[in-house]
């Protein structure tokens, strides 16, 4: 069975990928998730804010107490403030790429295009074969417009695509106001990738504290449908690779992601609900799918349910929304 595809001009040989997230973060874990036959692996993100912490760090260090103590230049304090600092994380990449034999891609996290994008250059330095751009980013200045929002998405691609060689992903939320265009732009800007959707922060409330709750929360099957609307939608009409990303939790999830045209399928939540090993479960089931409909390779069957192939596109625009409301009958 030939599962081979290709991401961001990377050759892989299967469409299932670990996703951004706490399991990438150790080099065991990497491992495991090659041997049981992750296509790639994305590591978890570097935040802006770690970055610039280091760097002001640093600027500070060598711009007090020179005149003195010259040796006092090698004594960093501790990071206190965050789980992998950017050395680290460097360190991580090299490793991850020395280890594996499978496409080891950094996650950038950043809402500037300000200095800290020249890391890249330093991810790229240090082996990793592609770069994810998670721009987290809510916008909860009132006076900022959507065509404010969008650009800074482009101006931050646009400088860190100057600092590297390697293929450049960019991961987006589902709230832009038309979101075909906006991945338009990105393809144009030089996006090699778009990753559908970021699943943004949600806050919930503790009525008994009356506080905030932040947590993890893992995302469920029935959050496949807004990402299958939109694969649908773009696959085919633009250069960049699609990934799904979001609520994959069975094999039958990467068959929906790649029947609407994804390059690649990603995951986080069912590895961590389920273990590195659940990569093995994901990709032999797929390849059952494939087998009962005689199907010998990958190619021979994804996109074949996209919006430009389907034989009533309609099914993904408002037309289909009519008919559903009004054929909905009470049980």
């Known amino acids: 069975m030939d599962l081979t595809t290709r991401y961001l001009g990377l050759e892989l040989r299967n469409p299932i990928v670990a996703g951004a997230g706490p399991l990438s973060a150790d080099l065991d874990n990497i491992r495991r998730l090659a041997d049981y036959g992750a296509g790639a692996v994305v590591l978890p993100s570097i935040f802006e804010e770690q970055i610039e912490h280091e760097q002001q760090l640093i600027e500070d260090l060598t711009s007090l107490g020179t005149d003195s103590f010259p040796e006092a230049l090698t004594y960093f304090p501790a990071q206190t403030a965050y789980a992998v600092d950017p050395g680290r994380y460097l360190d991580l990449v090299h490793r991850a790429a020395e280890t594996v034999d499978i496409p080891v891609i950094a996650s950038l996290n950043g809402i500037t295009d300000h200095g800290w994008v020249d890391y890249a250059r330093q991810i790229e330095k240090a082996g990793a074969s592609a770069v994810e751009l998670n721009v987290y980013f809510i ?26 060689r390697i293929p450049v992903a960019v991961k987006i939320g589902p709230c832009f106001s038309a979101i075909g265009n906006m991945t338009r732009r990105l393809d144009q800007a030089g996006a090699d990738g778009i990753v559908l959707f970021n699943r943004f922060y949600q806050p919930d409330i503790d009525l008994a504290r009356l506080t905030l709750i932040s947590d993890l929360d893992l995302s469920q099957p029935s959050e496949t449908r807004l990402p299958l609307l939109w694969l649908g939608v773009l696959a085919g009409r633009v250069k960049a690779s699609l990934a799904a990303s979001t609520g994959v939790n069975s094999s039958d999830d990467v068959v929906k992601y790649l029947l609407v045209g994804a390059d690649v399928v990603m995951t986080t939540s069912a590895l961590l609900r389920h273990g590195t090993g659940y990569i093995k479960v994901l990709r032999e089931g797929l390849e059952r799918w494939l087998a009962t409909r005689g199907a010998n390779s990958l190619a021979s069957i994804r996109g074949c349910m996209s919006h430009r192939n389907i034989a009533d596109p309609t099914a993904f625009e408002r037309a289909n929304y009519i008919k559903i409301l009004q054929g909905y009958r009470r049980p």
């Open 139 to 164: 916008p909860s200045d009132l006076d900022l417009s959507g065509h404010s929002v969008e650009q800074r998405y482009l101006d931050i691609l646009k400088a860190v695509k100057a600092e590297v």
